[in-house]
């Protein structure tokens, strides 16, 4: 993005401001940050639908903004590839647009095509990449420049051309220096991967240090990413121990698919050494991420990963591991279209499987499954469990049920499938089969998505079976709808209290709330609910207004109420309601619980939220933080539920004030006139905040808020009551919003705002 947007983002959040579009000016602020901070869940949901209103509203730059940035969020740290190239190519087609192209951001649509591509695979793409990077024609004093030499030289890379990518790292730097402008940290990145590919590690390792003084474009990745090529480099280099240093833990680069070949590829190197354990839980994680980029179409990076995850595999004596992961490797370069040395690679890794030499059972055949019984949860390791169980899976039912879980519990399910099937479809045997192999089979079809199977098994199945079955399955793929329908049959059919849960978790999502609570109260009649049904059937009754529900459900739990009878409106404590505000972040709002699973919000609200002050919400009950152990903590702790649904809004209307703080005493007096009103007033301001005296120019402590009224209350009051209980304060008070609503001293109000440069 060039700097000009940014001025262009400015100016449009304070015209969409002055129209009224409150919460779409402070979303357009923050959907960046959405994209590079890792907070997807939010701008998966906020970008499309500002993307949609800048269409309807005629906005075409705006519309490219926020394509623009949620493609980033799913092609950067997300490392999306076929899935993504699609709205890439139409991004980059939006970009053409006559009514777009002089945007300063539209050649970033030629680079985030180039990135989706690399993502997809590399190699594959390379003479595609390099041919619209050069087509961009950037020049040296472009924000753009960059942006575009890093992906050209990774382009150059994938292409085998590593000589001509140092090359051009090294002029791109150049020109930039001669421009009077620094590389990005991301370019000289770039410059040390393609040395590293040369083969000149040591001169890697000096060029990515080198490329700490260079800015990032990402800063929010710059530490991780950087991390993980100093270890791969200080790894090739032999260093072990300058590179396990740099190398970041697991728990962090695991939020990071864009790191994970590259961290892979340490891991391999450093694997040997007494630093990093090569475990089962390390193979089970890399299997993870093989899964991950089937999903995400990133072809290349799939045979990558199963390819190191083969030669851990081999290193730990998993030889079963080894031979499916060349099997995926193989399937997965299918899709490369310039698959290079890899068919050498697998049969090398078949190779290596065939030479193991496995660990000795822990005894004889006939008595393994209990062994595996006995076997400490904690130490076991399922790798080698599965290794021993694999001559009796499939003859004998006890090993099979273990083995084929535990295949799927390491990651893979479709093998287990495979067994289970020859053993319970292809024997004939289904109909009768015991409920819980049903159930296993089930659960790991669905999780090997193979659906048209679990249909296929699901027809031969008795009535309860089959649409507990379908119902997992559909509600596994979020088609409520259908899951409901399975769910009510077999509830019918008998399947117990599993098929209830399923039915009312899926109504729920329909949005019959009273229905889903009707189910589990049902169950709680006949006495087959979990603390978590309850809990459940709680809220949704709560979102039902079915009080007589809500009542029994708080009898069970042994949650006391005041009431007998009719809607629950009692005084049980402070909590933290967790809203979304319209920038896609959380908002953390201190509310007075007033029953099992509902609060009322007690802080106003600026203009623009979907809630404000008054507001009674639902909450799901289930506790976001554990309550702290210390009871001095305990005392300060304010417990923080997330919301579901509004139940009844108050219809408050908040109104904005700044000005000078005024004095304790005055302050105090404020706040008591506007309590015996019952008008919540909060205080947005920090003790940072300040304002300009407008004589002598000095700095004085601002104070900024909000003060919400119940709908009774007009305008007029309002002005008139700030106006008497603020005339004898040393510095007036501004509220020029609420001025223009009445229509009352405006010219006053702009002259304080302005005299004191609120």
Known sequence: MDVDIWAWVGDTQ?????????????????????ALEGRYSQLDVLAPAIAQQAENMELPWLEFYARYWHLIGRIGDRAQGAVAIADAETLVALARREDVRDCPAAPGAVIALAVAQANTDGPGYAAERLAALDAIGIEPDSLAFSAVAEQYVAALVDAGRVDEAITHAE???????????????????????????????????????????????????????EGVLRALVLATLD???????????LDVVGDHPRDWV????????????????????????????????????????RVELALVAGDLAVARQSAWQARLLADIAESAAGELRS??????RIAALRAAADGVTPKEAP???????????????????????????????????EATRRHTTTLGFLGYPARGADIYWTMLVESGDIETADPQDIS?????????????????????????????????????????????????????????????????????QTGDNAKGARILRDLLDAGNTEPEDVWRMITMATAAEDWETVRAGAAEVGMPLQSTEGPIEEEMGLVRIILPAPDGSQRAIISLRTGPATARLAIPQPPGMDYNAGDLVVFDPQLLEPIPEKAEEQEKFIPPFAAVSMLRPGGYTSWFFDGAAPGEADWTEFNEVLAERGWPMWVYSDENYTVSHPTSGERLRGVFGWIAVPPDVTPVEVDALLDDATERWVHPLAWLDLAKAVDVEVERHERITKEYGL
């Open 440 to 508: 296993y089979l089930t659960g790991l079809l669905i999780e090997a998505r193979q659906d048209e199977r679990l249909e296929q098994m699901a027809e031969r199945l008795p009535a309860a079976q089959r649409h507990l079955a379908l119902g997992r399955l559909h509600r596994a793929r979020e088609r409520w709808e259908q899951a409901a329908a399975e769910g009510e049959a077999a509830v019918n059919a008998g399947a117990g209290a599993e098929a209830s849960r399923l039915w009312s978790t899926a109504v729920q």
């Open 363 to 397: 005894g004889p055949q006939t008595e393994l499954v209990g062994y595996f019984d006995a076997a400490d949860g904690f130490n076991a390791d399922p790798e080698r469990w599965v290794g021993w169980l694999t001559p009796l899976s499939g003859q004998d039912l």
């Open 262 to 301: 590259e961290w892979a590829h340490a891991i391999r190197r450093l694997a040997g050494s007494a630093q990093i354990t090569n475990s089962w839980q390390l193979g089970r994680v890399l299997k993870q991420w093989v899964d991950y980029f089937a999903m995400m179409g990133g072809y290349h990076a």
């Open 239 to 249: 260093q072990v121990q300058e590179s396990v240093d740099a190398l970041p833990d």
């Open 171 to 225: 002029s791109a730097v150049a020109k930039l220096g001669a421009a009077g402008r620094e590389a990005s940290w991301e370019l000289g990145a770039a410059s040390a991967r393609a040395l590293l590919a040369a083969g000149r590690a040591q001169d890697a390792l000096t060029a990515l240090t080198g490329a700490a003084e260079f800015k990032p474009d990402d800063p929010v990745a710059r530490a991780h990413r």
């Open 339 to 344: 698959p290079g040395d890899i068919a050498e």
């Open 14 to 34: 304070r015209q969409l401001h002055e129209a009224g579009q409150t919460g779409l000016a402070m979303a357009i602020g923050d959907v960046p940050a959405q």
